[in-house]
């Protein structure tokens, strides 16, 4: 089945209250669902992956062919470029976010993805709802403060130590249940 997800990722400071937002498609199914969820504590650059891997994460077969449109070039480049690789293999030396990285990386297998890179701010229709949908998830006044994701402990992320992210909101809209996917 053809997916096609866009996703954006905002944050308020940096480190500071962030949020993520996604639209998932399946046109021949005539579906579309939108997601959000916002951290009290996190980065722009986590928050534009974390969207990318909710995404996979709330597919729940394999053997989809998954078409990405974000405005992340730290998301769209690290793998398509193959920079993602580079940094497996090193074991994510000195690179940020590995906890995310690795998350990412099971989302990802056995689903065919591919990244497009769209610019943001752009009249883009779609990134502008995820980009809406990002920012309102952040807002620290509409947040119950649940907390659900630590970086890994072994994640020595230089510039963020000891980033501790809290859920401030979460919201999943559209019809019907994506779990059929």
Known sequence: MKITVFTDGSSRGNPGPGGYGIIMCAPEHNYRKEFSAGYRLTTNNRMELLAVIVSLENLRSKGHKVDIYSDSKYVVDSVSKGWLAGWVAKGFKDKKNPDLWRRYIEAAKGQYV????????????????????????????????????????????????????????????????????
């Open 114 to 181: 591919s990244f497009h890179w769209i610019k943001g701010h752009n009249e883009h229709p779609e990134n502008e709802r995820c980009d809406a949908l990002a920012v309102a998830a952040a807002r620290p006044d509409l947040c119950s403060g649940i907390q659900v994701s630590k970086p890994d402990k072994r994640d020595n992320t230089p510039g963020i130590p000891g980033i501790h992210e809290q859920l401030l909101s979460h919201s999943l809209r559209g019809i019907p249940n994506f779990s059929y996917i």
